[in-house]
């Protein structure tokens, strides 16, 4: 937008920018093609923008796909907007406090936003937390906030922010920009940076919830050594410092990403966890585990009435596409929410699809009540009591399994095991609905079989 329209369009809704919503807009036209350029969008691509003002890069959002939403907080500015682009989705409400987990219905989403800079980092990790359906994100920043989240080890702008963003989205500083291309100008320069998630496999898998606390712990005191900051973790630390290759003196800017990661899953080792979980290792050593797991298997071959005729390999009842047995846990949280998890790209069954809280073969001899706890324990780390609440007849959405379903319950924090599974989070059943309803391709097939069961059962 020129200067002077967005001088005019403030004189005719009759408003001053309101500082204490950060409102500094962007009037040079060149600059907001550009910004909007490098995410890349394509004709429908689902896009959202936080903080439009006035439509500054909004109309080169629309130009390149006409599905898109918007929220601003301000009201009168929301109005505006509704004038502008009458086609287009305005939410009036406050991006800080956006239900992320709403977008998954769209599919893979991009971002953007000149933001509020009194509001920057509640949005930035409203929109990369875990579970987080954005493929690509644009933001212009404080410039400082775009040098600590960019920043290398060994510097003052490395911290926890860095690392907590940085362990799973790639952030590429893109440039800065003076405050006199916004109206009216900010005192301090901004920042542009671009977040896109770490592609698969990139590096070691570890405890996300353990890695989050380390970090807090470890930079709470910066000038302290971390051996003092990790005091409560109860390390070796003599070992961890050999492990990682460093001084025993070290701070905790002096390690990378890549040792952050180590030390959580030496700690992971250390807490006795090791053997639950093949947690670490390089990305080709989870395969190979995942992979030994999957060869060692045998089955019970049932038939359609569930009476057993047999032992196989699971290579080979899947190869003959023989009956066989299988439990699929909902795990619900005290809000009622339903905790869905992506299944792990080794998978050899959907990858990287969302999938029940939990779910497995019975294993030859087995039984199922005793087969749903476990997996429990296996793929999500705790302990919990299940319920049955459902049974379904095998069939090609099954993957030729008789399924039995359970209900359990349980708040997490749960310590995922990477070799099973991606991620995951709690989403709210009327979530699960519409996403399931407008994006099927998004689920493993049984899951959607044991979802209908739920549904017409409750
Ligand atoms: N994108 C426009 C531009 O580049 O010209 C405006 C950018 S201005 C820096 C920030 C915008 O965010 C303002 O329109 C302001 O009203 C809006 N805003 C402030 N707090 C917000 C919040 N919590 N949620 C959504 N929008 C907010």
């Known amino acids: 937008m020129k200067l002077s329209t967005i001088q005019a369009s403030l004189d005719q809704l009759g408003m001053e920018p309101t500082r204490s919503l950060g409102q500094n ?20 691509e689902a896009w959202v923008e936080l903080g439009p003002g006035l439509g500054a890069l909004t109309e080169y959002a629309l130009a390149r796909s006409q599905n898109g939403i918007v929220i601003e907080k301000d009201g009168r500015l929301a109005g505006f907007l509704r004038d502008r682009f009458p086609a287009l989705e305005i939410v ?9 987990r709403d977008l998954f219905a769209r599919g893979p989403v991009k971002v953007l936003g000149n933001l509020p800079y009194y509001v920057s980092s509640q949005i930035l990790f409203g929109f990369t937390g875990e579970p987080s359906p954005v493929s690509a994100l644009i933001f ?3 410039k400082e906030l775009a040098e600590r989240l960019s920043a290398g080890p060994w510097t003052k702008e490395y911290g926890a922010l860095t690392l907590l963003i940085g362990r799973r989205w790639k952030v590429k500083y893109l440039r800065t920009l003076p405050g006199s291309v ?42 302290k050594q971390l051996r003092k900051n990790l005091a409560d973790a109860n390390l070796d630390w003599l070992a961890l410092c050999a492990h990682l290759g460093v001084k025993e003196t070290t701070r905790a800017e002096e390690l990378s990403l890549e040792q952050w990661i180590a030390l959580t899953n030496f700690a992971t080792a250390s807490g006795g966890a090791a053997g639950q979980h093949p947690a670490g290792g390089t990305a080709a050593q989870q ?13 019970d071959v049932v038939d359609a009435e569930d009476r057993v005729t047999g032992q196989l390999s699971r290579h080979e009842v899947h190869r003959q596409k023989l009956l066989h047995r299988a439990v699929h846990i909902f795990v619900f949280n005290e809000h009622g929410d339903l905790f869905l998890q992506r299944r792990s790209r080794w998978k050899d069954t959907h990858p990287l699809r969302w999938d029940s809280s939990a779910a497995g073969h019975v294993n030859a001899g087995d039984i199922y009540a005793d087969t749903a706890p476990r997996e429990i324990e296996e793929e999500l780390g705790v302990n919990a009591t299940v319920e ?3 049974a379904l007849p095998p069939s090609q959405a099954t993957g030729w399994e008789h399924v039995r379903l359970y209900r359990a319950q349980h708040d997490g924090p749960f310590r995922l095991n990477p070799a099973e599974l991606d991620g995951g989070g709690f989403f709210t059943l009327e979530q699960i609905d519409r996403w399931t309803t407008a994006r099927p391709q998004d689920f493993a097939t049984g899951f959607l079989e044991c979802w209908r069961l739920f549904r017409a059962e409750v």
């Open 25 to 44: 807009f962007l009037h040079d036209q060149n600059l907001a093609d550009w910004i909007v350029a490098q995410l890349k969008l394509q004709p429908d």
């Open 92 to 100: 009036h409400g406050d991006a800080s406090e956006f239900d992320v």
């Open 140 to 142: 212009t920043l404080q």
């Open 182 to 223: 916004f109206m009216p100008a900010p005192k301090i320069e901004s920042g542009v940076v671009l977040l896109t998630p770490r592609p698969a496999g990139e590096l070691p898998a570890c405890d996300g919830v353990l890695f989050t606390r380390l970090v807090k712990m470890g930079f709470a005191q910066r000038r």
């Open 287 to 299: 395969l190979e585990h995942a992979a030994q797991d999957v060869h060692g298997e045998i089955f």
């Open 388 to 390: 049955e609440i459902g």
